[in-house]
């Protein structure tokens, strides 16, 4: 159980910077997701903070200690890879047992953490197997035992879970939520999967370029992205977003005509913004409903039952993606209109930055 604090961290290899002042602080037995495109640097991070790698500048406090320049294993870190790499010849128990072999533990003190780690993965009956004899989320299990056994102040996992099929990480991913809540560890996680920072973590940091584009949680990341990088990364479909121009500004927020036929005002606070600026209406599939608005040539439909999944485009070119109720009476072929709630809409900037929204205006007594 730790805390951990980087500050100011940044890291180039050669000439080439990947890293560029990443302040993050951590709380204990927090449940943290770094997710990013692949490239962003999520790796590189991990293994600075691991002690694989060394920061080009910056400070890594684990529980308010500088922990910079100690070697690895000084750390109390414990990393998971995504290639799992575990000894063949060895069974599951001498796999998992192994940092404590090389630690030199006794052997009653070995058979008490192994078999801990063992009922809390589920592999008590697995001790005696050979890895080849495993499934690959097993396989994965046995890789983590062998991080639990070492009891680390802070447990790092490097995309852990895409080497296995989508049934399996669901399974694993509802696993390790109950496992970090079992050890009451404080965890980072990387993956460049939304869906898994999504379902797992308490707070998501969103890399870019090397940069943190935003901290926050989950739910706070869905309905208040800071960016369009923010906005079209997180949530499923991705939000669709609409070319517009602002043709007024006052109190109510800012008027624009989106192309494609609609004129509305947003409720957001618009800055500088003026009228003839180009900016982008951000709208989830899942607040577009069927009505008077934007009009839009249904080219596909994905009838997932409770949703039904639209896609196609307006007149002028326009993609448009809509998550509708599952029973809509609407066709592949047809035209559709499409409204949504202006307070539902995100309004972006030309350096891709969102306008805040205006508070809700209070109701009248
Ligand atoms: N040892 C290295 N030498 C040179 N460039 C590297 C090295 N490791 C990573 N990079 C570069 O740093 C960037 C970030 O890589 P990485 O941290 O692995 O990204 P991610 O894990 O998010 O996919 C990439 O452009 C990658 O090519
Ligand atoms: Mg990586």
Redesign the pocket.
């Known amino acids: 159980m730790a805390t951990l604090e980087l500050s100011a961290l940044t890291k180039s ?2 000439t ?1 910077q ?1 890293l560029h002042g990443i302040d993050l602080a951590v709380r204990d037995r927090e449940f943290v997701v770094f997710v ?12 600075i903070i691991a002690g694989l ?1 060394e920061a080009s500048a910056g400070r890594i406090l684990i529980d308010g200690v500088d922990v910079s320049q100690a070697a690895p294993v000084d750390r109390g870190i414990s990393m998971v890879f995504q290639s799992y790499a575990l000894y063949p010849h060895l069974t599951v128990f001498e796999n998992i047992a192994f940092p404590l072999r090389v630690a030199r533990l006794p052997e009653a003190e070995v058979r008490q953490k192994v078999g801990r780690a063992a009922e809390i993965l589920q592999l008590n009956d697995k001790l005696q197997l050979k890895p080849g004899q495993l499934s690959g989320g097993q396989r994965q299990r046995v890789a983590i035992g062998r991080s639990i056994v070492r009891n680390p102040k802070v447990f790092l996992f ?2 852990p879970l895409s080497n296995l099929d989508a049934a399996l990480r669901g399974e694993m991913r509802v696993e390790l939520s109950a496992l970090q809540r079992d050890l009451d560890a404080t965890m980072i996680f ?1 993956t ?1 999967d939304q869906i898994e920072a999504m379902t797992m973590a308490h707070r998501i940091v969103v ?1 870019n370029k ?1 940069r943190i584009e935003q901290f926050g949680t989950p739910m706070e990341l869905y309905h208040h992205p800071a960016t369009r990088f923010v906005a079209t990364f997180i949530g499923q479909p991705n939000m669709n977003l609409l070319p517009a121009t602002v043709v007024g500004t006052d109190k109510d927020g800012l008027t624009v005509d989106i192309a494609g036929g609609a004129r509305m005002t947003l409720p957001v606070d618009f800055g500088t913004a003026q009228k003839g600026d180009a900016v982008e209406v951000g709208i989830r599939p899942e607040n577009l409903r069927l009505g008077k608005g934007l009009s839009m040539k249904l080219r596909v439909l994905e009838r997932l039952g409770g949703t039904a999944i639209s896609y196609g485009a307006t007149q002028t070119g326009q993609k448009i993606c809509a998550a509708l109720a599952g029973d809509s009476p609407v066709r592949e072929g047809e035209d559709i209109g499409l409204t949504f709630a202006p307070q539902d809409a995100h309004v972006f900037d030309n350096a891709g930055r969102v306008m805040r929204r205006l508070a809700a205006p209070a109701l009248a007594a």
């Open positions: 290899f050669g080439a990947v990013g495109p692949s490239g962003c640097g999520k790796s590189t991070l991990l293994r790698e490097d995309e990387v460049h890399l090397g």
